[in-house]
T-cell receptor
Framework: TQLLEQSPQFLSIQEGENLTVYCNSS?????LQWYRQEPGEGPVLLVT?????EVKKLKRLTFQFGDARKDSSLHITAAQPGDTGLYLC???????????FGTGTRLKVLA | GAGVSQSPRYKVAKRGQDVALRCDPI?????LFWYQQALGQGPEFLTY????????KSGLPSDRFFAERPEGSVSTLKIQRTQQEDSAVYLC????????????????FGSGTRLTVV
């Protein structure tokens, strides 16, 4: 049972479009991370958000942590084919050792 | 090494065969996780080690799965009497920080072992 639900599950868009991926939970997370994974490779860390309401920018990627630290979003501006991949949110609930991942969003950006 | 190394990269096993998957974490890393990932889905937690201690094995799907990290560095995930439903990518991740702390800045992953049971 995964506590982190991501939406949408799949997304296919044209180059230059904007998109938002959501990561939601009923549990509070002390921090959340976003990863991108390409076929045949392990997930690669993009960002960590720690403070409720925090917004972080990484070039064309904007990450936001919800005020209650139960949800997060990833917004990509002017998507490029190189953004194609599986996007994953991850974190652990306070008081546990279990670091869990979201259900994943598979993004395909068409040239 | 500079990164997390997993071997073999690919393993084909006949149903009923035992397999052993190896993970070499980044030197000195305290935390080590194993995950199972089905195609297109997020990794599912299997087990967590802090040094040589296995602090959480609640994600191991059955008693056919066994993991060890005897000296607090290299870890092995063993699957006995493999079944077709065991086919997946098995990922290993490590971190210099112990899990459970307030600030967790993410983990470094290996490229995984793709296990196919035929």
């Amino acid at each position: 049972t995964q506590l982190l639900e991501q939406s949408p599950q799949f997304l296919s868009i044209q180059e230059g479009e904007n998109l938002t991926v959501y990561c939601n939970s009923s549990s509070v997370f002390s921090s959340l991370q976003w990863y991108r994974q390409e076929p045949g490779e392990g997930p690669v860390l993009l960002v960590t958000v720690v403070t409720g309401g925090e917004v972080k920018k990484l070039k064309r990627l904007t990450f936001q942590f919800g005020d209650a630290r139960k949800d997060s979003s990833l917004h990509i501006t002017a998507a490029q084919p190189g953004d194609t991949g599986l996007y994953l949110c991850a974190g652990y609930t306070s008081g546990t050792y279990k670091y869990i991942f979201g259900t994943g969003t598979r993004l395909k950006v068409l040239a | 090494g500079a990164g997390v190394s997993q071997s073999p990269r690919y393993k084909v096993a006949k149903r009923g065969q035992d397999v052993a998957l190896r993970c070499d974490p980044i030197s000195g890393h305290v935390s080590l996780f194993w995950y199972q990932q089905a195609l297109g889905q997020g990794p599912e937690f299997l087990t967590y080690f802090q040094n040589e201690a296995q602090l959480d094995k609640s994600g191991l799907p059955s008693d056919r799965f066994f993991a060890e990290r005897p000296e607090g560095s290299v870890s092995t995930l063993k699957i006995q009497r493999t079944q077709q439903e065991d086919s997946a990518v098995y990922l290993c991740a490590s971190s210099s920080e112990p899990s459970g702390g307030f600030f967790n800045y993410g983990y470094t992953f290996g490229s995984g072992t793709r296990l196919t049971v035929v």
